[in-house]
């Protein structure tokens, strides 16, 4: 893919009929810094559309033990080394930050990257590193899940450079301002997570962008709980841009793929990823594993990429789009 031939981060989908933006979520453990830089580099140049990465303070797959950079420093430093692709936390963790905070970050990223950053934020889930670094993480999932709600809501008002003044249940501001506003005129918002009571009204009533994961049947099961939210609340579900999340990688054939997802499992400490499907093979037979998803709607495909980083499957996306568009031909003949 040419410079230019992306989607840009305030673009509508709906300007490109049939576009499907990839974007390669960096796993930022288990690496050291000059292999995650240059695989967001690679995947800048290769035509990607996005490089996300983790917001954790320790390991979540495998042994908790194994390194892990943090979260927005390193978005920061990919987006001063790249040009094109978005950057974001898939997703950040609203625990670990006041709203007031995550919004300069946000915008301070939006300034490094030249208006390329999204805002990616969840509830969080992993309570050992809450306890292990003294962070409050909620009596419960729904106090934590309130907390988020809140704090998206703050998160619009401040990034769409409204003076806040707010006395809520969680959060308490006294005439906080973010200056200087974003580069973006709207800088998106990705809420990552399928609670079906409290996140998906979450991303109903506030966001610009949702992340989810699963096989095909609980899926279905969440896009149509946000439907029944978003009606709920008055909101076109059409405007929500749906993402979500695989594993894969490509290889000439399912068995050369297996066994290079092997290596990276055992690199990481990981026995096997059972929750989720995983894509392996050539780029046709990755095609057709996407495609029943691509055909419920989503237009964002997040690549969970595990260290050591596969340069092969970075290289080889503009492969995969071309396979996409022949199921897609194929479909319409």
Same mark, same amino acid.
């Given at each position: 893919?040419?410079?230019?031939?992306?989607?840009?981060?305030?673009?509508?989908?709906?300007?490109?009929?049939?576009?499907?933006?990839?974007?390669?979520?960096?796993?930022?453990?288990?690496?050291?810094?000059p292999?995650?830089?240059?695989?967001?580099?690679?995947?800048?140049?290769?035509?990607?559309?996005?490089?996300?990465?983790?917001?954790?303070?320790?390991?979540?797959?495998?042994?908790?033990?194994?390194?892990?950079?943090?979260?927005?420093?390193?978005?920061?430093?990919?987006?001063?080394?790249?040009?094109?692709?978005?950057?974001?936390?898939?997703?950040?963790?609203?625990?670990?930050?006041?709203?007031?905070?995550?919004?300069?970050?946000?915008?301070?990223?939006?300034?490094?990257?030249?208006?390329?950053?999204?805002?990616?934020?969840?509830?969080?889930?992993?309570?050992?590193?809450?306890?292990?670094?003294?962070?409050?993480?909620?009596?419960?999932?729904?106090?934590?899940?309130?907390?988020?709600?809140?704090?998206?809501?703050?998160?619009?008002?401040l990034?769409?450079?409204?003076?806040v003044?707010?006395?809520?249940?969680?959060?308490? /501001?006294?005439?906080?301002? #973010?200056?200087?506003? $974003?580069?973006? +005129?709207?800088?998106? *918002?990705?809420?990552? &997570?399928?609670? @079906?009571?409290?996140?998906?009204?979450?991303?109903?009533?506030?966001?610009?962008?949702?992340?989810?994961?699963?096989?095909?049947?609980?899926?279905?099961?969440?896009?149509?709980?946000?439907?029944?939210?978003?009606?709920?609340?008055?909101?076109?579900?059409?405007?929500?841009?749906?993402?979500?999340?695989?594993?894969?990688?490509?290889?000439?054939?399912?068995?050369?793929?297996?066994?290079?997802?092997?290596?990276?499992?055992a690199?990481?400490?990981?026995?096997?990823?059972?929750?989720?499907?995983?894509?392996?093979?050539?780029?046709?037979?990755?095609?057709?594993?996407?495609?029943?998803?691509?055909?419920?709607? /989503?237009?964002h495909?997040? #690549?969970?990429?595990? $260290?050591p980083? +596969?340069?092969?499957? *970075?290289d080889?996306? &503009?492969?995969? @789009?071309?396979?996409l568009?022949?199921?897609?031909?194929?479909?319409?003949?």
């Amino acid at each position: 893919m040419n410079e230019g031939d992306g989607v840009s981060p305030t673009q509508s989908l709906g300007e490109r009929p049939g576009y499907v933006k990839f974007g390669a979520q960096l796993w930022s453990q288990a690496s050291d810094w000059p292999a995650f830089r240059d695989a967001a580099i690679a995947a800048d140049a290769a035509g990607w559309d996005g490089v996300w990465t983790w917001d954790h303070l320790l390991a979540i797959q495998g042994p908790w033990q194994q390194p892990i950079f943090e979260g927005w420093t390193a978005l920061a430093a990919v987006a001063a080394v790249t040009r094109r692709v978005t950057v974001g936390l898939m997703v950040g963790a609203n625990t670990f930050r006041n709203p007031g905070l995550t919004a300069k970050l946000a915008t301070t990223l939006d300034h490094i990257s030249d208006g390329r950053a999204i805002l990616g934020i969840g509830g969080a889930w992993f309570d050992r590193e809450h306890e292990a670094f003294g962070i409050p993480f909620g009596k419960t999932p729904g106090e934590r899940l309130a907390w988020l709600d809140e704090a998206v809501a703050l998160l619009r008002r401040l990034l769409d450079g409204e003076l806040v003044i707010h006395e809520g249940e969680f959060y308490t /501001f006294r005439d906080a301002l #973010v200056v200087p506003r $974003p580069i973006q +005129d709207h800088l998106p *918002i990705l809420v990552g &997570g399928s609670g @079906r009571k409290k996140t998906l009204r979450t991303v109903a009533l506030r966001a610009d962008a949702w992340n989810t994961s699963g096989f095909l049947d609980e899926v279905e099961e969440k896009i149509a709980t946000l439907r029944e939210h978003c009606a709920a609340v008055g909101r076109d579900y059409e405007t929500i841009e749906r993402t979500i999340s695989f594993p894969m990688l490509l290889r000439d054939d399912r068995d050369t793929a297996q066994a290079a997802f092997d290596e990276r499992l055992a690199h990481n400490g990981i026995e096997a990823i059972t929750e989720l499907p995983i894509l392996l093979g050539s780029p046709a037979e990755v095609a057709s594993e996407l495609r029943p998803f691509l055909d419920l709607g /989503f237009a964002h495909v997040i #690549v969970r990429t595990l $260290p050591p980083y +596969d340069r092969e499957t *970075i290289d080889r996306i &503009g492969e995969l @789009r071309q396979a996409l568009a022949a199921t897609t031909s194929l479909a319409g003949a």
